[in-house]
Nanobody, 117 residues
Framework: QVQLVESGGGLVQPGESLRLSCAAS????????MGWYRQAPGKERELVAT????????NYASSVKGRFTISRDNAKNTVYLQMSSLNPEDTAVYYC??????????WGQGTQVTVSS
């Protein structure tokens, strides 16, 4: 089992920044890639960004490319999502995801990000 706990969400104004963290515990050795997804009200969950175990490859949704940066610290078993130039369309519940080597996905409980003036 892998447990994921997100933190760092909150209310910010348009143009501001926020950093999300996701701490993993449990069977860490099973984790390969990690990522962030988000789900806005009335919409399906969508990919935001992913990162490989070694951190050498990242992937971003076109809507966040250039504004968001995903990173991970394997020594701390933590993945981060640095979000800049936030706009109201980024408002959503953000979920951390850990993908195992057997392609099983673990999910965190989610953290709310609200961008509003």
């Amino acid at each position: 089992q892998v447990q994921l706990v997100e933190s760092g969400g909150g209310l910010v104004q348009p143009g501001e920044s926020l950093r999300l963290s996701c701490a993993a515990s449990g069977s860490i050795f099973r984790i390969n890639a990690m990522g962030w997804y988000r789900q806005a009200p009335g919409k399906e969950r969508e990919l935001v960004a992913t990162i490989t175990r070694g951190g050498d490859r990242t992937n971003y949704a076109s809507s966040v490319k250039g504004r968001f940066t995903i990173s991970r610290d394997n020594a701390k078993n933590t993945v981060y999502l640095q979000m800049s130039s936030l706009n109201p369309e980024d408002t959503a519940v953000y979920y951390c995801c850990a993908l195992t080597y057997s392609d099983y996905a673990y999910w965190g409980q989610g953290t709310q990000v609200t961008v509003s003036s």
